[in-house]
């Protein structure tokens, strides 16, 4: 059985061969319970499988981006909810945490930004838990993005992830990483 974490790499192909909309289920089914801060929730997921949907994304790609994401099965535009907020008193019951966010844009931003990328983290693994493949990336425009995908809301992209299943002709060995005592130190 592979490992998620040792074994999983980036892929820039993937087979010619389609995700179902139930797999896409299964991915935020098993992200949803996931910790964040104060339980705040900011993640949002556009999934683009139809060409129509790429299309519009493709000219806010970077060059490099471009073919590998129109290809792709599923283009995955992972996203913050700034009004992350305004459901605190839904989300964490457990005390008033939405105070501490109302006209506090930089935090606000700030915890969003965490958050979301700690969930895009836990789509990450929830996509390799179901044998699919994964290629994150920057390199877009994200304020076309946002005006295309998310115009007259508050959510503002964070990163896209390719996904399918993955094509070793497209692909590289695993790259060197560091050893725990070259970044870590016990205190």
Do not use: W
């Amino acid at each position: 059985m592979n490992n998620i974490f040792t074994d999983s790499k980036t892929f820039y192909g993937f087979q010619n061969k389609e995700v179902s909309d139930e797999s896409l289920h299964e991915i935020y089914e098993l992200i949803k319970n996931n910790a964040t801060s104060f339980n705040c929730q900011p993640l949002r997921i556009k999934f683009l499988k139809s060409e129509s949907a790429k299309n519009k994304l493709k000219p806010f790609l970077m060059e490099s981006n471009l073919e590998k994401t129109m290809k792709a099965p599923v283009c995955a535009i992972i996203a913050m909810d700034l009004d992350f907020y305004k459901d605190l008193p839904k989300n964490f019951p457990a005390m008033d945490a939405k105070s501490f966010f109302e006209g506090k844009e930089k935090f606000t931003y700030d915890t969003a930004f965490r958050n979301s990328s700690i969930q895009g983290g836990y789509f990450i693994k929830a996509c390799h838990i179901l044998g699919l493949s994964t290629g994150p990336m920057s390199g877009f425009n994200n304020e076309g993005v946002d005006q295309e995908f998310f115009k007259g809301t508050n959510i503002k992209s964070n990163f896209l992830c390719n996904l399918g299943y993955g094509d070793e002709q497209h692909t590289y060995p695993k790259a060197p990483r560091y050893d725990f005592k070259d970044i870590v130190e016990i205190l």
